[in-house]
Antibody, heavy 125, light 107 residues
Framework: EVQLVESGGGLVKPGESLRLSCAAS????????MNWVRQAPGKGLEWVSS?????????FYADSVKGRFTISRDNAKSSLYLQMNSLSAEDTAVYYC?????????????????WGQGILVTVSS | EVVMTQSPATLSVSPGERATLSCRAS??????LAWYQQNPGQAPRLLFY???SRATGVPARFSGSGSGTEFTLTISNLQSEDFAVYYC?????????FGGGTKVEIK
């Protein structure tokens, strides 16, 4: 069974940094594009960032995080990461790791077929 | 950015009845639209992709339709487990965008 398990969340002060991790299992991690989606308390879903599978080389970011967040992956460890710098209260949210379907050409349709359980990031002084 | 607008924000329906949820895109997304269901405290669950393709395990009482800018999620014969929040998401353009959600509550 596909599993995505986030870790690394917690309480940080404005301006500080945090690194989220997502451990993937039960699928060929390197073959899938991966993503981060967040949800502020009581609010809707917001896409944050996407990274290509190993056969391509692209990343995308939402404007709200561009220049502050960096997505990366370690295929040998089947892990996805999100380095978050210069955090502000507006970044407070549950962060979900999410997979998109496999695409042999490395350009999948970017809907999310599997999600992690989410990890809470709180930015407050 | 493609803005996704869902209506209504809240839908009150009795068990056994039908719920019709709307999702409108600010520009055509062709049929590159997904629907998700989210229960309190849980991660979203994929219901439909490509507008009307049912994800694994989704009951047949759920159906998706539409194209271009207008999309509909219909839930027939509502069951207790269907009372949740539903989101649409377009993946035709970057950035990926979600609608604000429709909460289906028990009437």
């Amino acid at each position: 069974e596909v599993q995505l398990v986030e870790s690394g969340g917690g309480l940080v002060k404005p301006g500080e940094s945090l690194r989220l991790s997502c451990a993937a299992s039960a699928f060929n991690f390197s073959s899938y594009s991966m993503n981060w989606v967040r949800q502020a308390p009581g609010k809707g879903l917001e896409w944050v960032s996407s990274i290509s599978s190993s056969i391509r080389d692209y990343v995308f970011y939402a404007d709200s995080v561009k220049g502050r967040f960096t997505i990366s992956r370690d295929n040998a460890k089947s892990s996805l990461y999100l380095q978050m710098n210069s955090l502000s209260a507006e970044d407070t949210a549950v962060y979900y790791c999410a997979r998109v379907p496999y695409a042999s050409n490395g350009y999948p349709p970017f809907y999310f077929d599997y999600w992690g359980q989410g990890i809470l990031v709180t930015v407050s002084s | 950015e493609v803005v996704m607008t869902q209506s209504p924000a809240t839908l009150s329906v009795s068990p056994g009845e039908r719920a019709t949820l709307s999702c409108r895109a600010s520009q055509s997304v062709i049929r590159n639209l997904a629907w998700y269901q989210q229960n309190p405290g849980q991660a979203p669950r994929l219901l439909f992709y490509d507008t009307s393709s049912r994800a694994t395990g989704v009951p047949a009482r759920f159906s998706g339709s539409g194209s271009g800018t207008e999309f509909t999620l219909t839930i027939s014969n509502l069951q207790s487990e269907d009372f949740a929040v539903y989101y649409c998401q377009q993946y035709n353009n970057w950035p990926l965008t979600f609608g604000g959600g429709t909460k289906v509550e028990i009437k």
